[in-house]
């Protein structure tokens, strides 16, 4: 190609993880002749936020996430996110047990395994959880749901919580045997191998978005290869900003209207790992419990069963860290060069009303090993430090955003931005990304390819991969059971009773 050529395709996704993997394979499904490329600036997909080392790899179902499921002032609780989450993860399974089927995709077991959900609390926040699972068990999402308060009952689900626990600690537990276990990495590496097969796809690493610009009703991307200098112009009738925290300065290098007030607060995290199998084989569950006041959502502490090619780790967090990284392999610079003057005041508003947050970072940046430790022995009080390290996890760019009251608010979670006519569109925000990102991705199709998402082709092939979406999961009982158990079939996971 010559050296001032302009390659021209119909989407450019920045960013090789689960969220632009996951684009790409359903844009290529529901419309095989797109012309698609992905460009990652690391050297092969997942190394970022999908790598199963830097999340705990829950497949978020609202089962034993107790953040999704707050109690107001009054003590009523609220469960409308964890049934929408739920529904969500039941959209997933979906779209990942349709790809099963299809021979380049490879086994479902290389990513998703079974191993119960778990909830665990204490004392005080006992007739929460015991109200919780009242609540729930009432959906026809969580019938499998068991609540106990014996704890040999406890022992025997999780058997690292009870020995050494004092004889009077009142304790309570619920269980969801159908949990599941995600290797992301595994999934966004098998999603980006099936991807490759088809015609028209191609996955480019070592490249470096540079320059984003619009051009006519495209836009026009300067790359630059990291490797060799190499640099080339693309122009592209869609781009996806799918780079996890590093998809906000490129949402702002495109200068969209939409992208003014958005900021960051990046929160670093680290786990306790323990790949011991004498430890190891005592504990198949993933075990949540409350987060502490001022803590972020994704502080919940959990101890949870990983498995990551085949062998099977513990790993106890995540402790909260602060960095001024967007990215794990980022620069320090990235927070500071974010700052623009329709994003300070947001900014300096979040920093005004979360002096909690901020307190509790600076509480867990300064924590020593044996504190770490300390923590840990509330989940498992007869542990042997020596049997456990610390591995430092990925970056989580939380959303910082307008708000007319109170000047900006800083959101957990995630958040399509996208220019009014749909050329472009960057994934902001943190878990329960992964999980979900099958819906998100679906959302993003509506919204930005509106006439195409209505046509006949396209509706009759969404049917086609997703025989249920998310209202009809909520509300009808029969047609759950019968997608779950279709899902659980085809990804050889235990489905709900």
């Known amino acids: 190609m010559a050296q001032n050529e302009i390659e021209s395709m119909d989407v450019l996704l920045v960013g090789a993880g689960i969220m632009s993997a996951t684009l790409a394979v359903l844009l290529k499904e529901v419309d095989p002749g797109v012309k698609l490329e992905i460009v990652e600036l690391q050297e092969s997909g997942a190394i970022e936020s999908s790598n199963p080392w830097n999340n705990a790899g829950t497949g978020h179902a609202g089962l034993c996430e107790l953040n999704y499921t707050p109690q107001a002032a009054d003590g009523s609780i609220d469960i409308k996110k964890a049934v929408n989450i739920n529904a969500q993860f039941e959209v997933s399974k979906q779209f990942w047990a349709y790809l099963t089927g299809k021979d380049a995709f490879g086994a479902p077991r290389n990513f998703i395994n079974p191993v119960p959900h778990m909830s665990f609390v204490r004392g005080k926040d006992i007739p929460f959880l015991k109200k919780r699972h009242e609540l729930l068990s009432q959906h026809h999402a969580f019938t499998s749901m068991e609540y106990t308060e014996d704890r ?4 025997d689900w999780a058997p690292l919580t009870i020995p050494g626990r004092p004889a009077d600690e009142q304790v309570a537990m619920t269980r969801v045997e159908s ?6 990495g595994a999934l966004t590496n098998q999603l980006l191998g099936y991807l490759s097969s088809r015609e028209g ?13 619009r051009s006519g009703d495209g836009w026009l991307v300067d790359i630059k290869n990291t490797q060799t200098g190499e640099a080339r112009k693309v122009k592209a009738k869609f781009v996806f900003l799918g780079a996890g925290g590093g998809a906000l300065p490129l949402l702002q290098m495109s200068g969209i209207p939409e992208s003014k007030g958005f900021g960051g607060f990046p929160v670093s995290g680290q786990w306790l790992r323990c ?9 198949q569950a993933k075990v949540y419990s409350q987060a502490e006041v001022g803590a972020p959502p994704m502080s919940v502490p959990h101890l949870d069963t990983r498995v990551v090619e085949g062998k099977t780790s513990l790993l106890f967090g995540p402790y909260a860290g602060f ?3 967007f ?5 320090f610079l990235d927070l500071p060069l974010s700052v623009r003057t329709s994003n300070l005041l947001p900014m300096l508003a979040v920093a005004r009303d979360n002096m909690d947050l901020t307190r509790y970072l600076v509480k867990e940046v300064m924590q020593s090993m044996d ?6 022995r509330k989940f498992y009080p007869e542990l042997n430090p020596a049997d456990w390290r610390l591995e430092t996890a990925g970056q989580r760019v939380q959303i910082i955003k307008k708000d007319p009251k109170k000047g900006g608010i800083l959101q957990f979670g995630t958040e399509l931005v996208a220019a009014q006519d749909g050329s472009i569109a960057a994934l902001l925000g943190a878990s329960p990304g992964a999980s979900v990102t099958v819906s998100i991705m679906l959302g993003l199709l509506e919204r930005c390819f509106p006439e195409r998402y209505k046509s006949a082709e396209w509706t009759a092939k969404l049917k086609e991969i997703f025989p249920a979406r998310e209202k009809q999961l909520e ?5 759950y059971r019968e997608v779950n158990q279709m899902t659980a079939d085809r990804l050889q996971i235990v489905a709900a009773s």
């Open 152 to 155: 040999a009952k406890i022992a």
């Open 179 to 184: 949990g599941t276990d995600v290797n992301f």
């Open 201 to 213: 796809s191609e996955v480019r690493y070592f490249q470096k978005v540079v320059g984003l610009e």
């Open 275 to 283: 790949d011991n199998p004498e430890v190891v084989k005592h504990h």
């Open 323 to 325: 960095s001024t990284k």
């Open 327 to 331: 990215l794990r392999h980022g620069s």
């Open 371 to 376: 504190q770490r430790i300390e923590a840990l």
């Open 475 to 479: 509300t009808d009982a029969a047609v």
